[in-house]
């Protein structure tokens, strides 16, 4: 392959993932032919369909495009057929967990965007998010609370006790936060990391690790927030916030209550990054932060941005293709500026008007230059 072509992973899925995957992927095409880039695009089934024609959420073969894939991208799996198959073997325990774990997909990015135009979305007051925000949340993914041991519910002669262990060893802090300032040294150079070195060892030992990979990054403003006061500030002040570090369980909570003071899920795309290649670029997974919304599969109204937004972190973290990824954010901004809104996030007193997933795309696909 030439440097400037790239074999993708694409994984569809359940419900809204493949009518949202198709816009996603005509987007991509539009940018390839602007920017001069190649993909390869090797389409795999996942989550409940693949249940239906393979008896498996994640398929060998899936599992094996993946493998020698740049980067995955994925769509949403899941649903109410699916719901009553016993827990480990649903789509998102038994495909998403383990696409997770396989790759050692560590850091999760989610950016929280309340466009100007999109600030009626928003349950924040309107004085408080007036020009809207843009806030990156970097999740460490596979370390912490929820997966150390020992972890269990035990019977004792006092009644049952559950146990679960909060654990970070040094290089699992170091990682994450290199992650963080070197998205943040793309930004507004602003970094908080969030801890609770107050009450937890596990903070202490955060906060002083994140204050020496600081050293490396001395253009990147560092500040500290115990997790209580950070749900408040980022309700009280989110437009003062630029990137948000914070251990698995803490940037599990933050960054849906920061998807919450965004205003709208359908808007809502995430990373979730592996192994560094040495050169600022992941072996990533890249997915849409909503579910496989069946409630409005089928019928031509999702919105597709999320997915859209998706891509364009697959090229900004696994591709390397700046230039493109800044041209379809810019693309979905315009096309909100202009007006376009699907259904969730329309509201008749803007000046705005309703569209499809495909006119939305469509607009979208106008937009990039
Ligand atoms: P959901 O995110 O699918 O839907 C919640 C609400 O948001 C729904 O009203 C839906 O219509 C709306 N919504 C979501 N994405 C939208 C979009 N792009 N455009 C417009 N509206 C959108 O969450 P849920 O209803 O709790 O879950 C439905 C299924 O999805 C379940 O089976 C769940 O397990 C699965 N799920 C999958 C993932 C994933 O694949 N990563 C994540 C969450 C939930």
Redesign the pocket.
Known sequence: MSSNEFKISVLA?D???PE?MLEALRVLDSASNKYNFKLRLDHQLV?GIAIDQKSHPLPEETLNSCETSDAIL???????K??SLPPDE???RGA?LPLRKHFGLFANLRPSVCFPSLTGASPIRTDIIEGGFDVLCVRELTGGIYFGEPKSINQTTDGRIAIDTMIYNESEIDRIARVAFNAARGRSKKLTSIDKANVLRNGILWREIVENVSKDFPDVELDHLYVDNAAMQLIRRPKEFDVLLAPNLFGDILSDEMAMIAGS??MLASASLGQSKGNGLYFGMY??S???????TGKG????C??ILSASLMLRYSLGLTDAADSIDNAVRSAIDKGYR???IFSSDADTKQVNTVEMSDAIIDNII
Do not use: K, M, R, Y
């Open positions: 899925g419900g809204i993932g949202v989550g994925f769509g949403s799996v899941g649903g109410p699916w719901e649903q789509p998102e998403l899920l359908g997915e849409p909503g579910g496989s919304a069946p409630d409005i109204i999702a919105n597709p999320a997915q699907t259904g969730d």
